[in-house]
């Protein structure tokens, strides 16, 4: 089975903080995924790779970046962490065109 | 870009029945209708999805449907369970190397025992 794992379930920080993010998954899929969720308003995508060293925005890029330095490991960080980034963080992995496998979430405060 | 539309936003059922949840998309190219659940606490999981070239795909009690000439595709649930209480998203992909699906808002589905 795919597992995709987030570091941390639980996350507070504190306004202008640089926070980072850590997704894992051990299925050696090309291609990772960060979202937030937010209620009402969805999975709405921030960042994506498709291989090492690559990456491309999403919907919502600002105040955000990643880093994929390894295949199984995406990261999202937050550089200069804000209130109105208070939120749900999902990462999500897939192979090729195969559907996306999602971790369990950060559930990330900013205070 | 693609947009999709998900309908109703809650739904509230009695166990044994019927769910249905509707989803349009505006991209005539789409050709990859995924279906995710997400309980409580945890990541969204793939139950069932359909391919551009099918009508219909039955997995036990939940079947999905598509309408291309409509643009849009029905996510059922039939003799409903209250472990089916989740939050469930439909998605829409083109073709292309990266599959990056367009998700829907969320329909919260409730069955009361």
């Known amino acids: 089975d795919v597992k995709v794992t987030q570091s941390s379930r639980y996350l507070v920080k504190r306004t202008g903080e640089k926070v980072f993010l850590e997704c894992v998954q051990d299925?050696?899929?090309?291609?990772m995924f960060w979202y937030r969720q937010d209620p009402g308003l969805g999975l709405r995508l921030i960042y994506f790779?498709?291989?090492?060293?690559?990456?491309e925005k999403g919907d919502i890029p600002e105040g955000y970046s990643v880093s994929r330095e390894k295949k199984e490991r995406f990261s999202l960080i937050l550089e200069s962490a804000s209130t109105n980034q208070t939120s749900m963080y999902l990462c999500?992995?897939?192979?090729?065109?195969?559907?996306?496998?999602f971790g369990d979430g950060t559930r990330l405060s900013i205070l | 870009g693609e947009n999709v539309e998900q309908h109703p936003s809650t739904l509230s059922v009695q166990e044994g029945d019927s769910a249905v949840i509707k989803c349009t998309y505006s991209?005539?190219?789409?050709?990859?209708f995924p279906w995710y659940k997400q309980e409580l606490g945890k990541g969204p999981q793939l139950i069932i999805d359909?391919?551009?070239?099918?009508g219909e795909k039955k997995d036990q009690r939940i079947a999905v449907t598509l309408n291309k000439t409509a643009k849009h595709f029905s996510l059922h649930i039939t003799e409903t369970q209250p472990e089916d209480s989740a939050v469930y998203f439909c998605?829409?992909?083109?073709?292309?190397?990266?599959?990056?699906?367009?998700f829907g808002r969320g329909t919260s589905l409730i069955v009361h025992p």
């Open positions: 999500a992995s897939s192979f090729r065109e195969r559907p996306q496998h």
């Open positions: 299925m050696d899929h090309e291609n």
């Open positions: 790779s498709y291989d090492v060293k690559m990456k």
């Open positions: 991209d005539s190219a789409s050709n990859y």
């Open positions: 359909i391919r551009s070239n099918v």
């Open positions: 998605a829409a992909s083109e073709p292309g190397g990266s599959y990056i699906p367009t």
